[in-house]
């Protein structure tokens, strides 16, 4: 029963602010690197951030840089994104997946993933 599990999406206006939850079920987040992706309606999943098992190095896409903030809880098995000044290009369902190579792309090189959260962006 291994399982990310994702948590904390919503409907939020533009400029708006979410904080998204990955857990881990069944095995010790810590051992990991982590990604954030998401996908849109129409379009094909993209690496958003990740973060190392330490949490000592990050990478954010360009789209996200500066308004998105990666953090890790390895106490609780947890692995957040702060999302701030939300725009509505940022709509789509976003996934937790591990392991994740950090540097110097942003990718996924496991099968850890989790159900996906829902983030509307809409006034």
């Known amino acids: 029963q291994l399982q990310l599990v994702e948590s904390g999406g919503g409907l939020v206006q533009p400029g708006g602010s979410l904080r998204l939850s990955c857990a881990a079920s069944?095995?010790?987040?810590?051992?990991?690197?982590i990604g954030w992706f998401r996908q849109a309606p129409g379009k094909e999943r993209e690496g958003v951030s990740c973060i190392s098992s330490s949490g000592g190095s990050t990478n954010y896409a360009d789209s996200v840089k500066g308004r998105f903030t990666i953090s890790r809880d390895n106490a609780k098995n947890t692995v957040y994104l702060q999302m701030n000044n939300l725009k509505p290009e940022d709509t789509a369902i976003y996934y937790c997946a591990a392991p994740a190579i950090v540097q110097p792309m942003c990718v996924i090189q496991g099968n850890y993933w989790g159900q996906g959260t829902q983030v509307t962006v809409s006034s």
């Open positions: 069944g095995f010790t987040l810590a051992y990991y690197a």
